[in-house]
């Protein structure tokens, strides 16, 4: 069983950065994929990013990318999500979440729904206003 326990957050002012950060217990993480998932309010729960280790792996959504950066530290059992440049509408929980990587034509890749992972973190919350 996966334990995984994330940190980081806060209040944020817009443009500015903040670090999350995801301790993963249990198992290594070279064995799945690791996201970053948030809840805005009113809305449901949407993937953020993802990585596969093994195979160096990372995916974002359209509305992070370029602004946001996911990494794994393997020594310290770590995944962060850094994120720059932020904006009011990244406000919500975020919560790191391990499942099985999905099998595509060219190797692993992140599956996008909740329901492709199995573990999941308690959340923190990330606020983005002035």
């Known amino acids: 069983q996966v334990q995984l326990v994330e940190s980081g957050g806060g209040l944020v002012q817009p443009g500015g950065s903040s670090r999350l950060s995801c301790a993963v217990s249990g198992s290594s993480f070279d064995d799945y994929a690791v996201a970053w998932f948030r809840r805005a309010p009113g809305k449901e729960r949407e993937a953020v990013s993802c990585?596969?280790?093994?195979?160096?792996?990372?995916t974002y959504a359209d509305s992070v990318r370029g602004r946001f950066t996911i990494s794994a530290d393997n020594t310290s059992n770590m995944i962060y999500l850094q994120m720059n440049s932020l904006k009011p509408e990244d406000t919500g929980v975020y919560y790191c979440a391990a499942g099985a990587y999905l099998l595509g034509p060219t190797g692993p890749r992140c599956g996008t729904r909740t329901s492709n992972f199995d573990s999941w973190g308690q959340g923190t919350q990330v606020t983005v206003s002035s």
């Open positions: 990585i596969i280790t093994i195979d160096d792996v990372k």
